[in-house]
């Protein structure tokens, strides 16, 4: 069970992923059936912002900022002043993420936008990593690699697909009861 949790938390990203397909999947059965196109993409698009945004980079931001040594110890790193501004900006990208949730069209767009650029920068740093320093720490080459890369893109897709299916604010997600 230790390294279950030890694993679900070490790779965060996704785990709260996971976590908000999951709360999409809870939030379609709520409603009435057939589901649209549209239900669809609001549930996933609605909780894809409030977990792998909201949530990560909070837990990104405490990490970083309050458990700096732990978090550059698992990157492989040594341990930065710079980290706190990391986790300061995560702190940002976290708020934004959450203000989304059932936000309009241009915040969940820039709620994307933001941490794209940082996390596409993060997937390139962490690639340099491995080439240059062969730094293959699970925090630098491990799982969180790729949801660097593959979360934003899950991100735009959504919500591209959402404003496709048409005007859906209708469905925006209330906090569940």
Not at 24 to 45: F, I
Not at 93 to 99: E, I, K, L
Not at 104 to 116: E, F, K, M, Q, T
Request: one cysteine or more; charged letters at 10%; glycine letters at 10%.
């Amino acid at each position: 069970m230790r390294q279950v949790i030890i694993f679900l938390l070490s790779n965060f990203t996704l785990t709260l992923f996971v976590i908000g397909l999951i709360a999409s999947l809870v939030a379609l059965l709520r409603r009435p059936r057939p589901w649209g196109r549209a239900a669809v993409a609001e549930a996933l698009l609605s909780w894809f912002l409030f977990f792998s945004l909201g949530v990560s980079f909070l837990y990104n931001f405490v990490m970083h900022v309050f458990f700096s040594e732990m978090a550059a110890s698992f990157i492989g790193w040594q341990t930065s002043p710079f980290q706190k501004e990391v986790g300061f900006a995560s702190l940002g990208f976290s708020v934004v993420g959450f203000m989304a949730f059932k936000g309009s069209d241009g915040l969940r767009l820039a709620a994307i936008v933001g941490p794209a650029c940082f996390l596409w920068g993060a997937a390139i740093g962490h690639a340099v990593q491995m080439v240059q320093a062969h730094n293959y720490a699970p925090g630098n080459a491990g799982v969180i690699f790729y949801t660097d890369i593959l979360l934003p893109l899950f991100g735009l897709v959504m919500l591209w697909m959402r404003r496709k299916a048409g005007d859906s604010s209708a469905l925006r997600p209330a906090f569940p009861r």
